[in-house]
């Protein structure tokens, strides 16, 4: 559920990949700067800067992951290129409504360090099935804090499920606690559905069909029999949403720094050193890019396009195997309408559209600033898993999700669309399904100067989505770092730590799975 963020708190990440540098703690928190090698010299230090030539580093990818790295990198020192596949600076992970969950620190910090002030204030939510208003869910930060998972049963307003079937999630708490986010964890639960999780667990199927079905649908965008039990897990529900763009101040900042942006550079292949195995060049069609480091921050599909076209990356088993992957379809559906309807909340979840996918519908008045004083209502619906809008023309899509929207929202029916905007994302968003674990990549490669990012990369961050996908990019720039041994680290935050229940419990746990 939305308000389930206790039951989803995971482990801190404790990087131990970084032994190579002095001064670099494991400790988060205390990550200390060593810069040059650390000599306590700084008039010296300053003077080599000058003197030595920029290490070049080329970013591939313009979302979150990539422009968490190259925005790091500009800061300790070094030559930084980013090249934009042709989507558009941003556009990676810039598909629809960006929502930002409460626990995750990174971006916030990010934010602050850049003097903008994008957020909207913590919103409440609501969740609809099929049958209607199902879920309720109110600011939790401004109730009392009850332990987990006492908290979302008390304070979560359930229209319409009965006490009984609430219950029935009781006993998935054995499965969060034995959930913690090691590489053991997501082999054990990657292999099975989410509809078999909560079967195995004794969810009701009212509480499956009515709350966590629809649930998954907009949060892992796919029917629960489509999301790997792992994922389910791993995933946190805290949102706020912005009502101002990020990437645009966030990429004048970069510029400002040095950082090179260059749009309509699709990656065709890398040079690399038959020696060293180390990459050389990055090669977009007729045109090479010299580096010391390479960070790929790009999606599932965008990737799976470059191996194909690779004599380097083909014959890598780490990239044959992402080919095995999947990306799901997005349809995003901006509409003005003639006159003021009432949307029950700024954002709300919506599902039982045939069981074949999800959307989020938000009140763009409530949220966004340019459109704070409109008359008319102005609103946005994503869908996710949407294979079967995505080839309708613009009218077909809007007159089906005015179909569709109006089981949730009064008087939509009668008022007239004066404006649309449609979006077509093909495979954009990162599919999760059961098995996809073993295909996924980690943060270094076969090659020692080339370092993976994004929200489908392995990491023991805990975090998903946008700030998986920033935290990827700050522990991409750290390897970068690392490897060419200048610049400081960056901190990078944990998420919140577990209570102090949780973590005895997954203490007893482990013992336990250690002594069988």
Same mark, same amino acid.
């Given at each position: 559920?939305?308000?389930?963020?206790?039951?989803?708190?995971?482990?801190?990440?404790?990087?131990?990949?970084?032994?190579?540098?002095?001064?670099?703690?494991?400790?988060?928190? #205390?990550?200390?700067?060593?810069?040059?090698?650390?000599?306590?010299?700084?008039?010296?230090?300053?003077?080599?800067?000058?003197?030595?030539?920029?290490?070049?580093?080329?970013?591939?990818? #313009?979302?979150?992951?990539?422009?968490?790295?190259?925005?790091?990198?500009?800061?300790?020192?070094?030559?930084?290129? &980013?090249?934009?596949?042709?989507?558009?600076?941003?556009?990676?992970?810039?598909?629809?409504?960006?929502?930002?969950?409460?626990?995750?620190?990174?971006?916030? #910090?990010?934010?602050? !360090?850049?003097?903008?002030?994008? =957020?909207?204030?913590?919103?409440?939510?609501?969740?609809?099935?099929?049958? *209607?208003?199902?879920?309720?869910?109110?600011?939790?930060?401004?109730?009392?804090?009850?332990?987990?998972?006492?908290?979302?049963?008390?304070?979560?307003?359930?229209?319409?499920?009965?006490?009984?079937?609430?219950?029935?999630?009781?006993?998935?708490?054995?499965?969060?606690?034995?959930?913690?986010?090691?590489?053991?964890?997501?082999?054990?639960?990657? #292999?099975?559905?989410?509809?078999?999780?909560?079967?195995?667990?004794?969810?009701?199927?009212?509480?499956?069909?009515?709350?966590? *079905?629809?649930?998954?649908?907009?949060?892992?965008? $796919?029917?629960?029999?489509?999301?790997? $039990?792992?994922?389910?897990?791993?995933?946190?529900?805290?949102?706020?949403?912005?009502?101002?763009?990020?990437?645009?101040?966030?990429?004048?900042?970069?510029?400002?720094?040095?950082? !090179?942006?260059?749009?309509?550079?699709?990656?065709?292949?890398?040079?690399?050193?038959?020696?060293?195995?180390? &990459?050389?060049?990055?090669?977009?069609g007729n045109e090479t890019y010299s580096v010391d480091a390479?960070?790929?921050?790009?999606?599932?599909?965008?990737?799976?396009?470059?191996?194909?076209?690779?004599?380097?990356?083909?014959?890598?088993?780490?990239?044959?195997?992402?080919?095995?992957?999947?990306?799901?379809?997005?349809?995003?559906?901006?509409?003005?309408?003639?006159?003021?309807?009432?949307?029950?909340?700024?954002?709300?979840?919506?599902?039982?559209?045939?069981?074949?996918?999800?959307?989020?519908?938000?009140?763009?008045?409530?949220?966004?600033?340019?459109?704070?004083?409109?008359?008319?209502?102005?609103?946005?619906?994503? =869908?996710?898993?949407?294979?079967?809008?995505?080839?309708?023309?613009? !009218?077909?899509?809007?007159?089906?999700?005015?179909?569709?929207?109006?089981?949730?929202? +009064?008087?939509?029916?009668?008022?007239?669309?004066?404006?649309?905007?449609?979006?077509? @994302?093909?495979?954009?968003?990162?599919?999760? @399904?059961?098995?996809?674990?073993?295909?996924?990549?980690?943060?270094?490669?076969? @090659?020692?100067?080339l370092f993976m990012a994004g929200d489908w990369i392995i990491?023991?961050?805990?975090?998903?989505?946008?700030?998986?996908?920033?935290?990827?990019?700050?522990?991409?720039?750290?390897?970068?770092?690392?490897?060419?041994?200048?610049?400081?680290?960056?901190?990078?935050?944990?998420?919140?730590?577990?209570?102090?229940?949780?973590?005895?419990?997954?203490?007893? +746990?482990?013992?336990?799975?250690? *002594?069988?």
């Amino acid at each position: 559920m939305l308000a389930m963020s206790k039951w989803f708190t995971l482990t801190p990440f404790m990087s131990n990949s970084f032994s190579k540098r002095v001064g670099f703690s494991n400790s988060p928190g #205390s990550v200390r700067a060593h810069v040059n090698g650390g000599g306590d010299d700084t008039n010296n230090s300053k003077n080599n800067d000058k003197k030595k030539k920029k290490k070049k580093v080329v970013v591939v990818g #313009s979302g979150w992951a990539g422009l968490g790295a190259a925005h790091h990198l500009c800061k300790q020192g070094y030559d930084v290129t &980013v090249l934009d596949g042709g989507d558009g600076i941003g556009s990676p992970d810039n598909v629809g409504i960006e929502g930002f969950w409460y626990p995750y620190k990174n971006i916030f #910090s990010l934010v602050d !360090e850049l003097g903008i002030k994008p =957020f909207t204030s913590w919103t409440k939510s609501a969740q609809y099935s099929g049958e *209607g208003l199902e879920v309720e869910f109110p600011v939790y930060q401004e109730l009392p804090q009850l332990p987990t998972p006492l908290g979302t049963l008390y304070h979560t307003q359930f229209v319409r499920l009965p006490l009984v079937d609430r219950l029935t999630s009781l006993p998935l708490m054995a499965a969060v606690i034995d959930f913690d986010n090691t590489d053991v964890a997501w082999k054990k639960y990657d #292999s099975i559905t989410a509809r078999e999780l909560f079967k195995r667990f004794g969810c009701s199927e009212r509480l499956y069909q009515d709350i966590f *079905g629809p649930l998954l649908q907009v949060g892992l965008f $796919a029917p629960a029999e489509q999301c790997s $039990a792992a994922a389910t897990l791993g995933l946190l529900y805290y949102l706020t949403l912005a009502h101002q763009k990020i990437f645009e101040p966030w990429v004048e900042s970069l510029k400002a720094k040095g950082c !090179e942006m260059l749009e309509d550079k699709k990656v065709t292949d890398f040079n690399f050193d038959e020696e060293t195995g180390c &990459v050389t060049e990055v090669v977009c069609g007729n045109e090479t890019y010299s580096v010391d480091a390479v960070v790929v921050a790009v999606g599932i599909t965008s990737l799976q396009e470059t191996i194909k076209k690779s004599a380097a990356l083909c014959k890598r088993e780490e990239f044959l195997k992402v080919l095995n992957l999947a990306g799901i379809d997005v349809v995003t559906v901006k509409l003005w309408l003639d006159r003021k309807v009432a949307i029950p909340n700024p954002s709300n979840a919506c599902a039982g559209f045939d069981d074949l996918f999800g959307c989020t519908v938000f009140d763009l008045n409530v949220i966004h600033d340019e459109h704070k004083d409109d008359t008319e209502t102005v609103l946005e619906a994503d =869908f996710y898993h949407a294979n079967e809008l995505l080839p309708l023309n613009d !009218e077909l899509v809007t007159e089906k999700v005015i179909s569709y929207l109006s089981k949730y929202i +009064n008087d939509l029916e009668r008022a007239c669309v004066v404006d649309k905007e449609i979006g077509r @994302f093909t495979k954009r968003l990162t599919h999760f @399904f059961p098995g996809s674990y073993k295909s996924m990549m980690r943060g270094s490669t076969s @090659f020692p100067n080339l370092f993976m990012a994004g929200d489908w990369i392995i990491t023991r961050h805990g975090s998903w989505l946008q700030e998986k996908s920033y935290v990827t990019g700050l522990e991409a720039a750290n390897r970068v770092v690392d490897y060419l041994e200048e610049g400081s680290f960056a901190k990078v935050i944990p998420v919140e730590e577990d209570e102090p229940h949780i973590e005895a419990l997954r203490s007893l +746990n482990r013992r336990l799975n250690e *002594g069988n």
